[in-house]
């Protein structure tokens, strides 16, 4: 069993920019084609970004030109860089790790794009 792990997610403003961190366990990482899936409230899960086994890379158009998929296989790891981030980037960011019939998913982690902060919880009690 592969065990996926994203990290990185966060909030952000517009303009500004995230790496989001892949981790993949196994002994044929360097064999695996990696991928970035993105899902936004009510909305289709939507493929973002690829890097194959060889290292060739390819991005749905709306990203092409600020995200940068690579990965690390000494540290069994991709990475997502996203630049010029747009609020329509908002989503819960996916990754997954593909091997002939074999796939595995993270749980994700969520960016949000946003000039609005997250926000303070105040409670007033007796």
């Known amino acids: 069993q592969v065990q996926v792990v994203e990290s990185g997610g966060g909030l952000v403003q517009p303009g500004g920019s995230l790496r989001l961190s892949c981790s993949a366990s196994?002994?044929?990482?360097?064999?695996?084609?990696m991928a970035w899936y993105r899902q936004a409230p009510e909305k289709q899960r939507e493929w973002v970004a690829t890097?194959?086994?060889?290292?060739?890379?390819d991005y749905t158009d709306s990203v092409r030109g600020r995200f940068t998929i690579s990965r690390d296989i000494r540290k069994n790891t991709v990475y997502l860089q996203m630049n010029s981030l747009k609020p329509e980037d908002t989503a819960a960011y996916y990754c997954n790790a593909r091997f002939r019939e074999y796939s595995y998913w993270g749980q994700g982690t969520q960016v949000t794009v946003s000039s609005w902060g997250q926000g303070t919880q105040v409670t007033v009690s007796s």
């Open positions: 196994g002994r044929i990482f360097s064999a695996y084609n």
């Open positions: 890097i194959t086994s060889g290292s060739r890379t």
